[in-house]
């Protein structure tokens, strides 16, 4: 396992390697579990070199709160990838090095993707994401860059970065890993109460009704039932339950058989923002 802090180091590092076979990226905010060891084991059998990155980005963060109390747990994250392979090269900056000079975002233009949902509900969130995710694409040059579907609206938007930017990379789209209980794994998780944990597994319970549901029922049907649900579950105050297309993400206006549809859900327990989503047809 090598461990590195700085760019000039990483950039050193990678130029050989890139000359005798593929080279895989997994950008991640740290605080590990099994969710991200499922990208990094696929990323780990499809290329010959993995970098995983593990940097907490503040500007993407429209809440100082949950900045601030963003799980740090760099140690305990060596220790999953050293078991995953011994070959894994960490990459964790801290802030100085990934913004050299102003720690703020670039504006993008992501073609209404941003405007639904995360984006929101989350002012600048995207852009923050753009902004780290392109830097590290230019950065490590990845072959292949791996992300999770939990975030779903993040998979296409960064899709879509890579479009614009014109960043030759394959972005692959990873399934989402699920607690015992259904709960999407999550770093946030762990800041809930081993009650509400148990409780928030209502969550993909209700996606999984609604999936049912969009059968044979209107997507205005299935979010009104959806909503009234939650009246029951006080501790989990939903945001937001939303269908939409699965690739363009724009609101569901009529069924059609020839499109893909989602249903996305965000919802605060504890004072934990939680989300998730799933495959409707
Ligand atoms: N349960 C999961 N299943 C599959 N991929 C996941 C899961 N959780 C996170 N990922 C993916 O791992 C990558 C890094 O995510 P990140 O470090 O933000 O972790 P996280 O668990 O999503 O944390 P949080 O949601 O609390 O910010 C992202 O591409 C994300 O979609
Ligand atoms: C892609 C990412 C690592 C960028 O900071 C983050 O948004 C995440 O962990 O999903
Ligand atoms: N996994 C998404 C990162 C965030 O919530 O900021």
Redesign the pocket.
Known sequence: MLLIKSRKQLKDHLSPLKKNGSLGLV???GALHIGHASLVERAVKENSSVVV?I?V?PT?FNNTEDLDNYPQTLTADIEILEKISDQIIVFAPNIQEMYTEKVVSDTYDFDGLDKVMEGAFREGHFNG?GT??EALLNLVQPNKAY?GEK?YQ?LQIIRKLAEIRNIPVEIIGCPIVREANGLAFSSRNERLSKKIRNEASFIYKTLITAKKKFGTKSATHVIEWASQQFKEHPDLELEYIQIAQADTLEPIINKHQDKKYRAFIAVYAEGVRLIDNIALN
């Open positions: 950008p991640t905010m990155s940097f980005n993407q994401v780290i995710v992300f975030d993040q």
